[in-house]
């Protein structure tokens, strides 16, 4: 959710680079592109501990790079922790 979030305030800041003299899209667009990787890094580690499939990690990733996706990604994960389908059990 934070790099969802990101993604939207970086919005709200290029609208207002081009409507007012108020820039924040230099510091808003590095915060963004850290929440990013730290989400790819995060899908990529659920991927192996979860034992995902390929095409679930492509999807949770891929929801990554399609505006406001993911929020779409936490919402699905969410529910299927709801309904039993969550976290595989570690093993050593």
């Known amino acids: 959710m934070p790099e969802g979030l990101s993604f939207v305030l970086l919005l709200v800041c290029v609208v207002l680079k081009s409507t007012t003299s108020f820039n924040a899209v ?34 949770i990733l891929l929801l990554s790079v399609i505006p406001l996706g993911g929020f779409y990604a936490e919402r699905l994960m969410a529910k299927e922790e709801r309904e039993g389908y969550g976290p595989v059990p570690a093993t050593a």
């Open 26 to 59: 230099p510091v808003l667009g590095m915060v963004h592109g850290i929440l990013w990787t730290c989400y790819m890094l995060f899908g990529l580690e659920a991927w192996r501990r979860q034992r995902w499939s390929l095409w679930r990690a492509a999807w």
